[in-house]
């Protein structure tokens, strides 16, 4: 079964930066749709960053683009989540996700389309 190991976690003020890292042992990230989301408290998880399946071009929720890069490492079997000029209502429960599935753009941000996850790191985001 495919585990995914998510890193990074940490309470930084407003305009700061946090890289967060997904690993994955075992299974070759490269060939897999691979997306970050997160999910604050009392909220609906929310999609935020996407590669899809033998793709290097990435897709990004409105509300993070420009600031938020996702990028992987192959060798490292790693993904990672760059979060720069972070904010308050960044504060969440950050979690990837991963499908052997190539899925179509539109389906990247929902949840359902996603058959492994790993555990939640927390980011916290004070003005």
């Known amino acids: 079964d495919v585990q995914l190991q998510a890193s990074g976690r940490g309470s930084v003020q407003a305009g700061e930066s946090l890289r967060l890292s997904c690993t994955a042992p075992?299974?070759?990230?490269?060939?897999?749709?691979v997306g970050w989301f997160r999910q604050a408290p009392g909220e609906e998880r929310e999609g935020v960053s996407f590669f899809r399946n033998g793709e290097t071009r990435t897709v990004n929720a409105d509300s993070v683009k420009g600031r938020f890069t996702i990028s992987r490492d192959n060798a490292k079997n790693t993904v990672y989540l760059q979060m720069n000029n972070l904010q308050p209502e960044d504060t969440a429960l950050y979690f990837c996700?991963?499908?052997?599935?190539?899925?179509?753009?539109?389906?990247?941000?929902?949840?359902?389309?996603?058959?492994?996850w790993g555990q939640g790191t927390q980011v916290t985001v004070s003005s």
């Open positions: 996700a991963a499908t052997k599935r190539r899925l179509i753009i539109s389906s990247l941000r929902e949840v359902a389309s996603y058959d492994y």
């Open positions: 075992g299974f070759f990230v490269g060939s897999y749709t």
